[in-house]
């Protein structure tokens, strides 16, 4: 099973990028009339701006009010769509601990610790002709342990210290790879003892997302969760 983010990537791209363009001209022409004292040209421009933003608006927040919440099962991934190509993410293995690191060094959880590793997939059967094979760097990423109740809990600093001390560093969600490549990255989370029916959610951290019309991180969209239950070690 798989899920995309956003979908139709290169469409609500354009889209987005076509209602800057046209929200910069508005801005443009409202300080030409405002410098000419043209009445024209300040109608024109304001008028252009108002109807670009609230139609964009009402078309990002009627997508997002649309969309649904899932949870992928075992094996299911999360592809992140690029203009030419897209990133597939899945968890691959998960333990728990209340403690670890070698004896001298352990470290206690305040409540247990997941150990999360996840797969990185370039998947090469995205790949647009023209793009050839150069190395894609993924944009940056933010991971969350989500619980039935909707807590958040981000990864644990001193966790990842003790892991990466005690396994050897990990391959961070940022490497670049070429198509058909991946790699492993192992997560450690700090949750409570009560935390039920975890779910993992990596998204994007870029602040522009926000406003692409069907990604996950605009507003009041629902997400895509990779699931734990019935992984192997979980």
Same mark, same amino acid.
């Given at each position: 099973m798989a899920e995309f983010t956003p979908k139709f990537a290169p469409v609500v791209v354009l889209l987005f990028l076509g209602s800057v363009l046209l929200l910069g001209f508005s801005f443009l022409v409202l300080l030409y009339g405002t410098v000419r004292r043209s009445s024209l040209f300040l109608k024109l421009g304001g008028g252009t701006a108002l109807t670009v933003g609230?139609?964009?608006?009402?078309?990002?927040?009627? /997508?997002?009010?649309?969309?649904?919440?899932?949870?992928?099962?075992?094996?299911?991934?999360?592809?992140?769509?690029?203009?030419?190509?897209?990133?597939?993410?899945?968890?691959?293995? /998960?333990?728990?601990a209340g403690a670890f690191?070698?004896?001298?060094?352990q470290i206690t959880a305040q409540g247990k610790f997941e150990i999360?590793? /996840?797969?990185?997939?370039?998947?090469?059967?995205?790949?647009? !002709?023209?793009?050839? $094979?150069? !190395?894609?760097? !993924? $944009?940056?990423r933010r991971v969350l342990l989500v619980d039935e109740q909707g807590r958040r809990f981000p990864l644990s600093l001193e966790g990842q210290i003790a892991l990466e001390r005690n396994n050897g560093s990990t391959t961070p969600l940022t490497q670049a790879l070429r198509p058909g490549e991946s790699y492993t990255t192992?997560?450690?989370?700090?949750?409570?003892?009560?935390?039920?029916?975890?779910?993992?959610?990596?998204?994007?951290?870029?602040?522009?997302?926000?406003? /692409?019309?069907?990604?996950? $991180?605009?507003?009041?969209?629902?997400?895509?969760?990779?699931?734990?239950?019935?992984? !192997?070690?979980?």
């Open positions: 609230i139609g964009y608006f009402i078309l990002l927040a009627g /997508v997002s009010f649309a969309s649904s919440e899932k949870v992928l099962p075992p094996g299911g991934r999360k592809y992140f769509c690029e203009i030419d190509c897209h990133l597939a993410y899945s968890v691959v293995d /998960v333990q728990s690191g070698p004896e001298m060094q999360v590793r /996840v797969k990185t997939w370039f998947d090469e059967k995205t790949v647009s !002709p023209k793009r050839g $094979n150069g !190395p894609l760097t !993924p $944009n940056r192992d997560l450690i989370f700090d949750v409570p003892n009560d935390a039920e029916r975890l779910r993992l959610l990596i998204i994007e951290d870029d602040p522009e997302t926000h406003f /692409v019309i069907g990604h996950e $991180n605009s507003l009041y969209h629902k997400k895509i969760y990779l699931g734990l239950e019935g992984i !192997p070690g979980a």
